[in-house]
């Protein structure tokens, strides 16, 4: 069992990249809910993608100390140096196992709980931000420490956007 929970740390706290396919459910503090689908693609050395599919289409770049949103229905994308270490890697990498297959983080002004599965990585997270919205984001179809290339994590920007930088 001891040799199994080192596994299951090892994968949640080393990854080299991790890849998959996502559903967030975020909550406000009235109660409302949207749900959003993508695909999440993250990568050591701070590159991560979150590329929202539904229900609007939305990409967020985590580049080294940048973070890019790119939003295709509005034509535009907003540039702004990352506050903390936000990119998923690190935040597990910082986790500290509180029980088996649970573990917490800090990072940004919340408390994320990272739930894995021996053999299927991990499963789902949940945090409650700043502005007290509660999110839970449910990963299927993981990849674990598989090559990702480094285009994957290259915005392509169509010229008619704005770019807007804070």
Known sequence: MLIC???????VKNLESFEANFTQ???????????YHGMFYAKKNNLALWNYEKPI???????HNEV?????????????????????????????????????????????????KENLGI???EYQDRLGNFSV??????????Q????TFQ?????EFDIIRK
């Open 25 to 35: 459910v975020i909550t406000n503090p009235n109660g409302k809910k949207i749900v």
């Open 57 to 63: 289409k939305k990409i967020i770049y985590y580049i």
């Open 68 to 116: 890019m949103i790119v939003e295709p229905e509005l034509e535009q994308v907003v540039v702004t140096k990352m506050q903390d270490n936000q990119n998923l890697l690190s935040i597990l990498n910082d986790s500290q196992e509180i029980e088996k297959n649970h573990f917490i983080a800090d990072c940004c002004g919340a408390q994320y709980h990272i739930y894995s």
């Open 148 to 151: 990702i290339e480094d285009k």
């Open 5 to 11: 929970s080192q596994l299951l740390q090892a994968d």
């Open 137 to 146: 984001i449910n990963f299927t179809k993981q990849k674990i420490n598989h």
């Open 123 to 125: 499963l789902k997270i």
């Open 155 to 159: 915005p392509n920007i169509p010229e």
